[in-house]
Nanobody, 115 residues
């Protein structure tokens, strides 16, 4: 069984930074795309960023220039560096990976941006 474990969430002041990590473990043959979504209460989950096996990235407009997604395939890990955080970035952030041709989700990590 494959699972994803996220870390790095927490409370940060506006303008601050956080780095989220998501590590996959279990029976892994291949990992293709990786990425992050986020969700606030009462809202649908929305795409934040994705990264392909070749390193091509895609960002939601509301994070362009502030967030950076990266991956470390040797460690089955995807990262999300979040800079210049705003209160509206407050959400639960979920990572996903396409592992063995199936989409696997993390449990979510809460990011709170507040003074």
């Amino acid at each position: 069984q494959v699972q994803l474990v996220e870390s790095g969430g927490g409370l940060v002041q506006p303008g601050g930074s956080l780095r989220l990590s998501c590590v996959a473990s279990g029976w892994i043959i291949s990992i293709n795309a990786m990425g992050w979504y986020r969700q606030t209460p009462g809202q649908e989950r929305e795409l934040v960023a994705t990264i392909t096996t070749g390193g091509s990235t895609n960002y939601a407009e509301f994070v362009k220039g502030r967030f950076t997604i990266s991956r470390a395939d040797a460690r089955n890990t995807v990262y999300l560096q979040m800079n210049s955080l705003k209160p509206e970035d407050t959400a639960v952030y979920y990572c996903f990976m396409v592992i063995n041709s199936k989409v696997v989700w993390g449990q979510g990590t809460l990011v709170t941006v507040s003074s």
